[in-house]
């Protein structure tokens, strides 16, 4: 028998990690909820027509397909062989695969509020918290499986949303202790009219794919990679300027106006950004305009955010989003606007694991662990475990009777803070022992005092 593997860019979770993602995602879900938003889920496949086209030529390629049930059937080999053939070609035919995982929670969002929107409350504010999968190169802080927090609001224009998406990633951060996290925001009509007077809005494609490659690749490469798309040398030294505008936020405002203040576009979106830095301005988010932001997801047309970690971890980004005014149109209902931002878990854990920034008390499942000091003791305790547990006290009885070094041995393992000692004496007396295993104390109480102490 083969030794036991795991898909390349997928984990298991123990259960010290599972508590740590839970302490993220429970911080996290705590701020959803104090801003209003409402949880969803929607399935791990979808129509694979529903993702195709959605994220661009880059996503596209990493959309993980999944084969229809019967390409084993005889009758239907000559077809199938014909359709593994477009397969391989980069061609999508129903005969092999008509599903695919998602690859990410905005798309699977855009394609419910279509289906439900006659018996949505608009703005209609939820959030969502999934795993998602994309066919990318495994690499620290990157994997082919991984969970996504989003929380979106559509059916509303009003820039305030932005604001309260700014203040959510700055209030979890807070909560989080990741101190030095920076989150940048551009706007999507910014690199429009830059689009435009590079040669029109067919060029945007190109630009943002190039410029959103910046940190990875450097200026140079970008500028190798937009002459390969067809832009001319005027043009790329066009984009050169514009990606060299830095300064304070005052000054990046300025520098743009400078270079697309004329155009109609170019002025609606700085004009935003100011009116986010402006509401902004008594809430000490550390908010950075970053011109080089490009996000190149297709879909997105107004404010677009990136969140930082702290520059002493080398991870990238660990949360995104922006404003995508018409998503559900490409579902057939149009109209309906939206904005939303999405945090990376797994880097999260990453950084705070690397800045150990967990507290002590994390990894704490049980909190008393009764000791099995015969069939009589342990009867008896059983009905005190029983007491706790009816108060939410979290606490285990050892599985059978050991010897004391045994039982203590595995209370340390499992990070347990107290155990209860019920001996034969302290039957007689009705009383129990309590130790408090990190500092050695014991004390000795009445057992009908017990469902009162202080765990």
Known sequence: MSKPTLPQGTRDFGPEVVRKRNYILNTIKSVFETYGFQPLETPAMENIDTLMGKYGEEGDKLIFKILNNGLD?????????????????????KGITERALKYDLTIPFARYVAMNHNQLTFPFKRYQVQPVWRADRPQKGRYREFYQCDADVV???????????????????????LSGSELRVNHRKILAALAAICGGADKMADITIAIDKLDKIGLDKVKEELTQRGLTNEQVSTIEKYLSVTGSNKEILKGLEALIGNTET?????????????????????????????????????????????SSVKIGSIGGGGRYDDLTGLFGVPNIPGVGISFGVDRIYDVMEELQLFPKDVHIGTQVLFFNLGEKESRYSFELMQQLRDKGIRCE????????????????????????????AEMMENKCKIKRLATGEQETIPSGFLKNYPF
């Open 73 to 93: 059937n005889p009758e239907k080999e000559k077809q199938i062989r014909e359709d593994f053939e477009k397969i391989i070609q980069g061609k999508n035919t």
């Open 266 to 310: 170019g002025k609606k979106g700085i004009e935003e950004l100011q009116f986010l830095l402006t509401q902004l301005s008594t809430h000490n988010v550390n908010l950075i305009i970053d011109p080089t932001l490009a996000r190149g997801l297709n879909y997105y047309t107004g404010t677009i955010f990136e969140a930082k970690a702290p």
């Open 155 to 177: 059916g509303s224009n009003s820039l305030l949303n932005e604001v309260e998406l700014t203040l959510m990633y700055h209030t979890v951060f807070n909560n989080l202790q």
């Open 397 to 424: 009885l050892y599985h059978e009777n050991s010897k004391f070094d045994k039982q203590f041995k595995y209370a340390e393992k499992k990070n347990i803070p107290y155990a209860i000692i019920i001996g034969e």
